[in-house]
């Protein structure tokens, strides 16, 4: 953790006011939680937020990171918790929180947004994307929970095999591919030709290995850390279906208890949290792709005209998302609304930038 003390802890404990003692006389504590391990973004992005909000309230917040399941193990049971208060921060993808806000399955839509400056933009907090999720999850849990930002966890969703190099969605038809156990992934999934499988998350090595999929959807970091080349994953394909959306959630009532000032505070922090989130994947993705290399993996970028048959073919799964999930149309116009206008300014500033 040392190598990620920011520079505001630096003065901090340059100036001898450490954060545990902070920490100690603060008078609000925030509990945060994260179903995953100090390797993972979520925990760099926690690292931030704990630093900035105690040295920028002057010792007033305390944060106490929770990394793991010591809290909660599921995300319908670490939202509960953060609905009833008994934890005050939480961080999920959209799988996790599906059940509960099924539009936020909106981050899972395949190919609706570019690349990482499109990303970064539509989900910056201040954009009409992010104020409509943000009033969903508000009606959608009666003013229990807030959603403070939304960041990511793993770079960009691709596709990856054990069998054969991937360059159209035709090389994907009959090959079983891992998804999560719900209905969007496997929606896709199958109108790319595909035979969606759902396995747990740590069952997928092994199920890898032994053939009982063949294929899975994952940031190169998580491939990496999880091994599966080892499990025979040699082939990856950087179509960047999917933006790894992680949504950071908080209790309202214990936000809105603070007074203006640090509520302030607080989501300054947040937004640091989310530069860092965007951050991580970029810079742990670099020695992920070497290692992935390195062991005889093959990666192969589709072509202007390839990226767009995986576009066209996974059209279908806009209608189903608007047909199926509650609040989808909602969402989706105000994604695709939002991306359209981030889309416009940036053609402008790049004519300013390459002119």
């Not at 931030?48 to 040295?55: A, M, T």
Request: glycine share 8%.
């Amino acid at each position: 953790m040392k190598h990620l003390i920011t520079g505001a802890l630096t003065a901090a404990l340059l100036s001898g006011t450490a954060v545990a003692a902070w920490a100690q006389d603060a008078t609000y504590t925030l509990r945060a939680t994260a179903n995953s391990n100090e390797n993972d973004e979520d925990y760099d992005g926690l690292v931030v937020f704990k630093n900035y909000v105690e040295s920028a309230s002057n010792g007033q917040i305390g944060v106490e990171l929770f990394i793991g399941t010591q809290l909660c193990s599921t995300g319908e049971e670490c939202l509960e918790g953060v609905a009833e208060g008994s934890i005050d921060i939480y961080i999920s993808t959209s799988g996790g929180t599906a059940s509960l806000f099924p539009f936020v399955q909106v981050l899972d839509l395949p190919y609706l947004m570019s690349d990482d400056r499109v990303a970064e933009a539509v989900l910056d907090n201040g954009s009409p994307f992010v104020a409509t999720m943000r009033q969903k999850v508000s009606e959608a849990s009666d003013g229990q929970v807030r959603l403070m930002t939304i960041g990511n966890t793993g770079g960009w969703r691709n596709f990856a095999n054990t069998v054969r190099p991937v360059q159209t969605p035709a090389d994907l038809e009959g090959l079983k591919i891992r998804t999560v156990p719900a209905e969007l992934p496997q929606v896709l999934t199958s109108a790319l030709g595909a035979s969606p499988t759902g396995i747990p998350w740590p069952e997928l090595f092994t199920s890898l290995q032994t053939g009982v999929v063949e294929g899975t959807k994952n940031g190169i970091t998580d491939i990496m850390s999880m091994k599966f080349p080892d499990a025979g994953l040699q082939y990856l394909t950087l179509d960047g279906h999917a933006y790894m959306g992680a949504l950071w959630f908080m209790n309202n009532e214990k936000f809105m208890d603070m007074p203006e000032d640090l509520r302030k505070v607080v989501a300054d922090g947040f937004y640091q949290l989310q530069q860092a989130t965007f951050a991580s994947p970029k810079r742990k993705s670099i020695a992920a792709y070497q290692a992935f290399t390195d062991g005889g993996g093959a990666i192969y970028v589709p072509t202007p005209d390839e990226k767009q048959m995986f576009l066209e073919a996974a059209a279908p799964v806009q209608d189903w998302f608007r047909e199926n999930v509650d609040g989808g149309s909602e969402v989706l116009d105000s994604m695709l609304a939002t991306v359209e206008e981030v889309q416009t300014q940036l053609d402008a500033e790049y004519a300013a930038e390459l002119n």
